[in-house]
């Protein structure tokens, strides 16, 4: 047999297989047998052997080096480790896997978001601003909407705030119609509405009166702190019962919305705009979308909010709260998990990972993100198109989930957000979960500091 014959066979030997053999076995191999007397059918069968037996070795070689390299990167865990249970629970989302993690995810983790949560500071705070401003003289006020965190029921204890939204009929006894409230003449109104409020308040005996021009979500709001809870007040338009349009529904935030969309929609498409208070104006709308979402999803919502404020808000300091809600919201969306089925234990874990996903793509891949509220409250992914324009040149696009010429993510004056690093942020716990073991997501992933705050509280 010659040399390439027996090349030949030896590359036929190993097709397939990814194990580094040495040539050199093989060519001592091939000397030998040539050297001898063997029948040409014996040298075959000798060189199979000996090559299998070279393959065996090599396997042998690859197998020992990879266990070296895992046991650097997974040290052995000794019998006594206190933390043994959490550094040996990996995720398996596999049907009929290993699922401790799961639960110890969704039995020890999970609930912490809402341990210890208490309506009544945010509700007291909110009922004294409510009594204060339905006696205030330049004010005639149609109703009161709690928004923010407290309002949608994603409250993050020991970091939450309340939006107080005031519909008003009346300033300094002018009737306000919704041309009012915008250009610049707008512009000037909600100053000078701002300023008698806060002035108001302040006259009222509270001290902690703060006027934002700029916050991270709203423009023109009072900050009041009230035993220790801050209430953003916001004034808003009234408009469900103009146009001569009577409401025709008890629910006066639906037919708000209907009376600002229709109005948008019926404006041709290049001339539609993000209108902030139109936005404002839809608070009660907002609140409604989020409010009615499972407990199950609103817990992943809560989650994340944690791991942004207890963890990274300082180091990325004016990422709106309402827009890490509605990430989670479409990441639930986009992978049917909005009404988790009662058997699906893994939805949970499944979310966290499909909304830092989502996150990550927002800035890292540009995706524009888009939350379908279903005809009652949100719009299509159509209509969402015919508003580009408005925030093609942003770069990062959460859509408002009411509307869709509101950019959540659209820059702010004196309140950058570093997205990168947010995005960074993002793919680095995603990869902990996925390949981590517990240990390491409770204790060096960026959602440690968050574990510890709430497990301490």
């Not at 020991?158 to 919704?178: C, H, N, P, T």
């Not at 220790?228 to 037919?255: F, I, L, N, Y």
């Not at 994340?304 to 709260?321: D, F, R, T």
Request: hydrophobic share 40%; net charge positive.
């Amino acid at each position: 047999m010659s040399y390439s014959d027996f090349i030949k066979l030896a590359r036929a030997l190993f097709e397939h297989e990814d194990y580094d053999v040495d040539p050199r076995g093989l060519m001592m191999t091939m000397a030998s047998l040539t050297s001898t007397s063997m029948t040409q059918s014996t040298q075959v069968d000798s060189f199979v052997a000996q090559a299998q037996a070279l393959k065996a070795q090599a396997r042998l070689s690859k197998a020992s080096a990879a266990a070296q390299s895992l046991r650097q990167v997974f040290p052995p865990i000794s019998a006594g480790d206190p933390h043994r249970t959490l550094k040996m629970m990996h995720l398996d989302l596999t049907p009929g896997g290993d699922k401790s993690y799961v639960r110890h995810f969704n039995g020890e983790l999970r609930p912490l978001t809402a341990q210890g949560v208490s309506n009544a500071e945010p509700q007291a705070a909110n009922h004294l601003i409510h009594k204060l401003l339905v006696q205030c003289p330049v004010l005639k006020v149609d109703r009161f909407h709690k928004g923010g965190s407290f309002g949608r029921r994603t409250l993050v204890r020991g970091a939450f705030d309340v939006d107080l939204s005031v519909f008003v009929i009346k300033f300094q006894e002018r009737a306000l119609k919704v041309a009012d409230w915008s250009g610049e003449a707008g512009e000037r109104l909600q100053r000078e509405m701002q300023r008698m409020v806060a002035a108001y308040l302040r006259g009222q005996g509270l001290h902690d009166v703060v006027e934002v021009e700029h916050g991270t979500h709203y423009k023109h709001c009072v900050n009041v702190k009230v035993r220790g809870v801050d209430v953003d007040v916001k004034m808003a338009a009234h408009v469900a019962s103009q146009q001569g349009k009577q409401a025709t529904t008890p629910d006066r935030g639906k037919a708000q919305r209907d009376v600002l969309m229709q109005a948008l929609w019926d404006t041709p498409p290049h001339l539609r705009q993000a209108d902030p208070t139109r936005e404002a104006a839809l608070a009660e709308a907002l609140t409604a979308v989020v409010k009615d979402t499972h407990d199950r999803v609103k817990s992943l919502v809560r989650l994340i909010k944690c791991w942004y404020k207890y963890g990274l808000q300082a180091e990325i300091p004016n990422v709106p709260s309402v827009l890490l809600e509605t990430v989670v919201l479409a990441a639930a969306q986009r992978k049917g998990l909005l009404s988790p089925g009662k058997q699906d234990r893994t939805a949970e874990v499944s979310l966290f990972l499909a909304a830092l996903e989502l996150l990550d793509e927002a800035v890292s891949d540009r995706k524009v993100v888009v939350l379908e509220a279903g005809p009652v409250w949100g719009y299509t992914r159509a209509q969402a198109e015919s508003c580009r324009h408005a925030w093609r040149n942003d770069t990062v696009v959460v859509l408002h989930p009411i509307d869709p010429t509101c950019n959540l993510a659209a820059p702010q004056p004196r309140r950058a957000v570093d997205w990168c690093r947010l995005a960074h942020k993002s793919r680095e716990l995603k990869q902990v979960v996925e390949g981590g073991s517990m240990w390491e997501l409770e204790q060096q992933s960026s959602l440690a500091p968050a574990i510890r705050a709430l497990k301490a509280a």
